[in-house]
């Protein structure tokens, strides 16, 4: 089993609509929960992190983390076509000496239909 | 203010040669890290610096070896590169701390055929 699993897609979500992406990790020590976006042919950008049961809203975008579950997922509000991009869940599993390791999962593909 | 800068942008190797890939970034990071990106595997990390002077293995470090020449750079290299290497690779960079973003470069597509 992977450690951050994500459903690769492709999501298609019309414009105005919520999409909802998920992501499951498999280690309960995991610390901090992170969404990046990627354009294609781009590098990665962060959107969202989370580390504490329950949402977080930042503008269109809401956070969700349910540690006992081992989830967590991203919702777009009044999604655009701008938002159409890959989605990649990463999860923090330890930090040495302030360095953090990574593990992403495979992204999701969101597309927003018009 | 560049951030992450990654040269080179593309590059085509044949089996058995060697290079290095150049990482800087101007934003004062302790923490500076190299990913490999291929098709529907996500990033993976090959190798990372928590600080100045120290580098570690992350999980897919085989035939790959990295500097960390000073604060600002992190170079990865490749001995003997192999067609199972051919991915994109970014580096980035990040503050200390549990919630601290990564920056990322822009990318190195990388072909050994």
Same mark, same amino acid.
């Given at each position: ?26 280690? +309960? ?7 990046? +976006? ?38 777009? +509000? ?30 999701? +593909? ?5 | ?9 593309? !590059? ?12 800087? !970034? ?10 490999? !990106? ?76």
């Amino acid at each position: 089993q992977k450690e951050v699993e994500q459903n690769s897609g492709p999501l298609s979500v019309p414009e105005g609509a919520i999409a909802s992406l998920n992501c499951t990790y498999s280690d +309960r020590g995991s610390q901090s929960f992170f969404w990046y +976006r990627q354009y294609s042919g781009k590098s990665p950008e962060l959107i969202m992190f989370i580390y504490s049961n329950g949402d977080k809203e930042d503008g269109r975008f809401t956070a969700q983390l349910n540690k006992a579950s081992q989830y967590v997922s991203l919702l777009i +509000r009044d999604s655009q076509p701008s938002d159409s991009a890959t989605y990649l869940c990463a999860v923090n599993l330890l930090q040495i000496q302030g360095a953090q390791k990574l593990v992403f999962g495979q992204g999701t +593909r969101l597309t927003i239909n018009p | 203010n560049a951030g992450v800068t990654q040269t080179p942008k593309f !590059q085509v190797l044949k089996t058995g040669q060697s290079m290095t890939l150049q990482c800087a !970034q101007d934003m004062n990071h302790n923490s500076m890290y190299w990913y490999r !990106q291929d098709p529907g595997m996500g990033l993976r990390l090959i190798y990372y610096s928590a600080s100045e002077g120290t580098t570690d293995k992350g999980e897919v470090p085989n035939g790959y070896n990295v500097s960390r020449l000073n604060k600002r750079e992190f170079s990865l290299r490749l001995e003997s590169a192999a067609p199972s290497q051919t991915s994109v690779y970014f580096c980035a960079s990040s503050e200390q701390g549990r919630d601290e973003k990564l920056f990322f470069g822009s990318g190195t597509q990388l072909s050994v055929l």
